[in-house]
Protein backbone atom coordinates (compact mmCIF):
# COMPACT_ATOMS: atom_id res chain seq x y z
CA UNK A 1 0.00 0.00 0.00
CA UNK A 2 1.26 3.51 -0.72
CA UNK A 3 2.17 5.74 1.35
CA UNK A 4 0.02 8.93 1.15
CA UNK A 5 2.29 12.09 -0.35
CA UNK A 6 2.12 15.06 2.01
CA UNK A 7 -0.13 18.11 0.53
CA UNK A 8 2.43 20.44 -1.24
CA UNK A 9 1.31 24.13 -0.37
CA UNK A 10 2.06 22.96 3.69
CA UNK A 11 5.05 21.70 2.76
CA UNK A 12 6.44 24.61 0.70
CA UNK A 13 4.83 26.31 3.73
CA UNK A 14 6.65 24.45 6.39
CA UNK A 15 9.93 24.75 4.45
CA UNK A 16 9.82 28.71 4.17
CA UNK A 17 9.24 28.80 7.64
CA UNK A 18 12.02 26.54 8.72
CA UNK A 19 14.19 28.59 6.55
CA UNK A 20 13.35 31.98 8.15
CA UNK A 21 13.14 30.46 11.60
CA UNK A 22 9.83 33.14 11.81
CA UNK A 23 6.27 32.98 10.93
CA UNK A 24 5.81 37.08 10.07
CA UNK A 25 9.06 36.89 7.92
CA UNK A 26 7.46 33.15 5.65
CA UNK A 27 4.30 35.23 5.71
CA UNK A 28 5.74 38.11 4.05
CA UNK A 29 7.79 35.58 1.00
CA UNK A 30 4.78 34.05 0.56
CA UNK A 31 1.97 36.69 0.62
CA UNK A 32 -0.24 35.17 2.74
CA UNK A 33 -1.39 36.36 6.42
CA UNK A 34 0.71 34.92 9.35
CA UNK A 35 -2.73 33.14 10.67
CA UNK A 36 -2.47 31.20 7.33
CA UNK A 37 1.04 30.42 7.69
CA UNK A 38 -0.07 28.45 11.47
CA UNK A 39 -2.58 27.19 9.76
CA UNK A 40 -0.42 25.34 7.33
CA UNK A 41 2.02 24.08 9.43
CA UNK A 42 -0.64 22.79 12.05
CA UNK A 43 -1.91 20.58 8.62
CA UNK A 44 1.38 19.36 8.04
CA UNK A 45 1.94 18.05 11.55
CA UNK A 46 -1.70 16.30 11.62
CA UNK A 47 -0.75 14.86 8.50
CA UNK A 48 2.44 13.62 9.86
CA UNK A 49 1.59 12.92 13.21
CA UNK A 50 4.31 14.90 14.90
CA UNK A 51 5.55 18.65 16.17
CA UNK A 52 7.86 20.05 13.57
CA UNK A 53 8.35 23.47 15.99
CA UNK A 54 8.99 24.85 18.86
CA UNK A 55 7.34 27.87 19.31
CA UNK A 56 9.05 30.45 21.10
CA UNK A 57 8.86 33.63 22.11
CA UNK A 58 11.14 35.59 19.48
CA UNK A 59 10.54 33.09 17.06
CA UNK A 60 10.47 29.49 15.58
CA UNK A 61 12.80 26.11 16.99
CA UNK A 62 12.88 23.27 14.79
CA UNK A 63 12.19 19.66 16.63
CA UNK A 64 14.25 16.75 15.97
CA UNK A 65 11.78 15.63 13.33
CA UNK A 66 11.78 19.48 11.88
CA UNK A 67 14.98 19.56 11.25
CA UNK A 68 15.15 15.97 9.64
CA UNK A 69 12.18 16.88 7.36
CA UNK A 70 13.69 20.45 6.39
CA UNK A 71 17.04 18.91 5.43
CA UNK A 72 15.05 16.47 3.19
CA UNK A 73 13.17 19.14 1.54
CA UNK A 74 14.78 22.03 1.11
CA UNK A 75 17.28 20.29 -1.32
CA UNK A 76 14.27 19.11 -3.64
CA UNK A 77 12.33 22.09 -3.88
CA UNK A 78 15.69 23.71 -4.87
CA UNK A 79 15.57 20.82 -7.78
CA UNK A 80 12.13 21.65 -8.82
CA UNK A 81 13.27 25.25 -8.61
CA UNK A 82 16.18 24.40 -11.07
CA UNK A 83 13.95 22.36 -13.02
CA UNK A 84 10.94 24.87 -13.86
CA UNK A 85 13.84 27.72 -14.88
CA UNK A 86 15.41 25.43 -17.14
CA UNK A 87 11.76 24.72 -18.78
CA UNK A 88 11.03 28.54 -18.92
CA UNK A 89 14.58 29.18 -20.40
CA UNK A 90 13.99 26.61 -23.06
CA UNK A 91 10.40 28.31 -24.02
CA UNK A 92 12.08 31.37 -24.51
CA UNK A 93 15.64 30.90 -25.88
CA UNK A 94 16.09 33.82 -27.97
CA UNK A 95 16.24 35.42 -24.74
CA UNK A 96 19.54 36.18 -22.65
CA UNK A 97 19.33 37.96 -19.51
CA UNK A 98 23.23 38.97 -18.71
CA UNK A 99 24.36 40.99 -15.83
CA UNK A 100 27.76 42.50 -16.04
CA UNK A 101 29.78 45.08 -14.14
CA UNK A 102 29.17 49.15 -15.57
CA UNK A 103 32.57 49.23 -16.47
CA UNK A 104 32.71 46.23 -18.54
CA UNK A 105 29.67 46.88 -19.87
CA UNK A 106 30.22 50.87 -20.60
CA UNK A 107 33.86 50.32 -21.77
CA UNK A 108 33.53 46.99 -23.71
CA UNK A 109 30.31 45.27 -24.19
CA UNK A 110 27.32 48.05 -25.63
CA UNK A 111 29.99 49.23 -28.10
CA UNK A 112 29.91 45.94 -29.61
CA UNK A 113 25.98 44.67 -28.72
CA UNK A 114 24.80 46.09 -32.05
CA UNK A 115 27.63 43.30 -33.65
CA UNK A 116 25.93 40.57 -31.64
CA UNK A 117 22.24 41.63 -32.84
CA UNK A 118 23.65 42.06 -36.78
CA UNK A 119 25.35 38.55 -35.90
CA UNK A 120 22.51 36.82 -34.20
CA UNK A 121 18.80 39.16 -34.60
CA UNK A 122 16.97 36.59 -33.33
CA UNK A 123 18.81 36.98 -29.37
CA UNK A 124 17.64 39.42 -27.62
CA UNK A 125 20.08 40.64 -24.94
CA UNK A 126 18.36 42.05 -21.38
CA UNK A 127 21.57 43.67 -19.81
CA UNK A 128 22.10 44.82 -16.17
CA UNK A 129 24.81 46.52 -14.37
CA UNK A 130 25.90 45.66 -10.98
CA UNK A 131 28.72 45.16 -8.99
CA UNK A 132 27.27 42.96 -6.31
CA UNK A 133 27.90 39.57 -6.14
CA UNK A 134 24.89 37.57 -8.56
CA UNK A 135 22.23 35.65 -7.23
CA UNK A 136 21.24 33.13 -9.49
CA UNK A 137 18.44 31.78 -6.84
CA UNK A 138 16.68 35.41 -6.83
CA UNK A 139 17.76 36.83 -10.03
CA UNK A 140 16.29 36.02 -13.27
CA UNK A 141 19.52 35.34 -14.90
CA UNK A 142 20.92 33.50 -17.59
CA UNK A 143 24.56 34.29 -17.11
CA UNK A 144 26.77 36.87 -15.31
CA UNK A 145 29.70 38.76 -16.42
CA UNK A 146 32.30 38.14 -12.93
CA UNK A 147 36.02 39.20 -12.00
CA UNK A 148 38.29 36.34 -10.14
CA UNK A 149 39.79 33.51 -10.41
CA UNK A 150 36.74 31.47 -11.39
CA UNK A 151 36.42 29.25 -8.48
CA UNK A 152 33.06 30.35 -7.10
CA UNK A 153 31.31 27.01 -6.24
CA UNK A 154 28.26 25.96 -7.91
CA UNK A 155 29.23 27.87 -10.53
CA UNK A 156 30.26 26.93 -14.20
CA UNK A 157 32.92 29.47 -15.29
CA UNK A 158 34.14 30.16 -18.70
CA UNK A 159 37.25 32.49 -18.82
CA UNK A 160 37.02 35.61 -21.12
CA UNK A 161 40.06 37.34 -20.76
CA UNK A 162 42.76 37.85 -17.83
CA UNK A 163 42.99 40.97 -16.22
CA UNK A 164 46.14 43.09 -17.70
CA UNK A 165 46.74 46.82 -15.20
CA UNK A 166 48.26 49.80 -16.56
CA UNK A 167 48.83 53.31 -15.36
CA UNK A 168 46.87 55.30 -17.71
CA UNK A 169 46.62 59.80 -17.89
CA UNK A 170 45.63 62.15 -20.30
CA UNK A 171 48.56 63.23 -22.92
CA UNK A 172 48.57 66.78 -21.41
CA UNK A 173 48.77 65.74 -17.94
CA UNK A 174 51.97 63.51 -19.00
CA UNK A 175 53.38 66.09 -20.28
CA UNK A 176 53.24 68.65 -17.89
CA UNK A 177 54.16 66.54 -14.80
CA UNK A 178 56.63 64.60 -17.15
CA UNK A 179 55.83 60.78 -16.21
CA UNK A 180 58.62 58.75 -17.66
CA UNK A 181 59.48 56.04 -14.81
CA UNK A 182 56.53 54.86 -11.96
CA UNK A 183 58.33 56.15 -9.19
CA UNK A 184 57.14 59.99 -10.29
CA UNK A 185 53.94 58.53 -9.76
CA UNK A 186 54.64 59.95 -5.93
CA UNK A 187 54.21 63.34 -7.22
CA UNK A 188 50.74 63.13 -8.99
CA UNK A 189 47.43 62.58 -7.96
CA UNK A 190 46.49 58.62 -8.24
CA UNK A 191 42.68 57.69 -9.25
CA UNK A 192 41.45 55.32 -7.34
CA UNK A 193 38.15 52.80 -8.65
CA UNK A 194 36.34 51.53 -5.32
CA UNK A 195 34.95 48.41 -7.58
CA UNK A 196 38.48 47.24 -7.50
CA UNK A 197 40.10 48.94 -4.15
CA UNK A 198 43.39 46.54 -3.77
CA UNK A 199 44.83 47.65 -7.32
CA UNK A 200 46.91 50.46 -7.38
CA UNK A 201 48.36 48.61 -4.21
CA UNK A 202 49.13 45.14 -5.75
CA UNK A 203 50.48 47.09 -9.25
CA UNK A 204 53.20 49.18 -7.24
CA UNK A 205 54.31 45.93 -5.38
CA UNK A 206 54.38 44.18 -8.60
CA UNK A 207 56.78 46.67 -10.26
CA UNK A 208 58.54 47.45 -7.29
CA UNK A 209 57.66 51.35 -6.99
CA UNK A 210 58.50 53.25 -4.10
CA UNK A 211 54.90 54.81 -4.22
CA UNK A 212 51.78 55.16 -1.61
CA UNK A 213 49.08 53.59 -2.92
CA UNK A 214 46.29 55.07 -0.77
CA UNK A 215 45.87 59.03 -0.96
CA UNK A 216 44.18 60.21 -4.14
CA UNK A 217 40.56 60.34 -5.16
CA UNK A 218 37.93 57.43 -5.23
CA UNK A 219 35.26 57.35 -7.71
CA UNK A 220 32.66 54.69 -7.35
CA UNK A 221 33.03 52.41 -10.50
CA UNK A 222 36.90 52.03 -12.72
CA UNK A 223 34.67 54.13 -15.85
CA UNK A 224 34.54 56.97 -13.61
CA UNK A 225 38.23 57.32 -12.69
CA UNK A 226 38.88 57.01 -16.04
CA UNK A 227 36.75 59.80 -17.30
CA UNK A 228 38.65 61.65 -14.58
CA UNK A 229 42.02 60.85 -16.27
CA UNK A 230 41.16 61.87 -19.36
CA UNK A 231 40.27 65.50 -17.55
CA UNK A 232 43.87 65.33 -16.38
CA UNK A 233 42.77 64.93 -12.52
CA UNK A 234 45.72 62.34 -12.15
CA UNK A 235 46.38 58.67 -13.02
CA UNK A 236 43.93 56.07 -13.11
CA UNK A 237 45.21 52.28 -13.31
CA UNK A 238 42.93 50.47 -15.64
CA UNK A 239 42.25 47.25 -17.20
CA UNK A 240 43.70 47.31 -20.56
CA UNK A 241 40.76 45.65 -22.54
CA UNK A 242 38.50 48.52 -21.37
CA UNK A 243 40.91 51.43 -22.58
CA UNK A 244 42.68 49.59 -26.02
CA UNK A 245 40.82 52.51 -28.69
CA UNK A 246 41.78 55.45 -25.74
CA UNK A 247 45.30 53.99 -26.02
CA UNK A 248 45.24 53.43 -29.86
CA UNK A 249 43.78 57.06 -30.70
CA UNK A 250 45.81 59.02 -28.43
CA UNK A 251 43.28 60.72 -26.04
CA UNK A 252 44.34 58.45 -23.23
CA UNK A 253 48.57 57.41 -22.83
CA UNK A 254 49.96 54.91 -20.62
CA UNK A 255 52.76 56.87 -19.34
CA UNK A 256 55.63 53.98 -18.84
CA UNK A 257 55.58 50.66 -20.36
CA UNK A 258 54.78 48.80 -16.95
CA UNK A 259 51.71 46.94 -17.44
CA UNK A 260 51.08 43.57 -15.39
CA UNK A 261 48.37 40.85 -14.93
CA UNK A 262 46.84 41.05 -12.08
CA UNK A 263 46.30 36.90 -11.75
CA UNK A 264 42.64 37.54 -11.89
CA UNK A 265 40.48 37.40 -15.53
CA UNK A 266 37.09 38.10 -16.19
CA UNK A 267 34.53 35.32 -16.40
CA UNK A 268 31.15 34.37 -18.08
CA UNK A 269 28.83 31.87 -15.04
CA UNK A 270 26.29 30.24 -15.12
CA UNK A 271 24.14 27.71 -12.72
CA UNK A 272 26.33 24.15 -12.59
CA UNK A 273 22.73 23.31 -12.16
CA UNK A 274 21.29 24.38 -15.37
CA UNK A 275 22.79 23.76 -19.14
CA UNK A 276 23.26 26.55 -20.50
CA UNK A 277 21.37 27.17 -23.96
CA UNK A 278 22.28 27.53 -27.33
CA UNK A 279 21.77 31.22 -27.28
CA UNK A 280 24.27 31.38 -24.29
CA UNK A 281 27.05 29.48 -25.53
CA UNK A 282 26.64 31.82 -29.32
CA UNK A 283 26.76 34.70 -26.72
CA UNK A 284 30.07 32.91 -25.43
CA UNK A 285 31.57 32.19 -28.40
CA UNK A 286 31.31 35.76 -29.80
CA UNK A 287 32.97 37.38 -26.73
CA UNK A 288 36.09 35.21 -26.65
CA UNK A 289 36.38 36.37 -30.14
CA UNK A 290 36.13 40.02 -29.66
CA UNK A 291 38.18 39.81 -27.21
CA UNK A 292 40.53 37.80 -29.37
CA UNK A 293 40.43 40.43 -31.94
CA UNK A 294 40.99 43.09 -29.52
CA UNK A 295 44.37 41.59 -28.10
CA UNK A 296 45.27 40.87 -31.45
CA UNK A 297 45.22 44.60 -32.55
Known sequence: MKTPFPPLNPLKTFEVAARLSNLTLAAEEL??????VSRQVRVLEEFLGVTLFKRLHRGL??????????????RAFQDIHNATRLVSRRG?????????????SQRWLIPRLTDFHDAFPRIEIRLSSSIA???????????????????WPDLHSEKLTD??????????????????????L?????LHSMARPTDWAAWIKRVGAN???DPGIRFESSALAYEAAAMDSGVALAVKVFVRQNLQNGTLVAP????????????????????PSQPLMKFLDWMRQQLASDTDA
Request: charged share 25%.
Open 31 to 36: GVSQVA
Open 61 to 74: ELTDEGKLLANGIS
Open 92 to 104: RRDILAIQSYTTF
Open 133 to 151: PVDFETQNLDAAIRAGKGD
Open 163 to 184: IELTPICSPAFQKQHKLRVPDD
Open 186 to 190: RRVRL
Open 211 to 213: VDP
Open 256 to 275: FDASCYSGEGYFLTWPTAIP
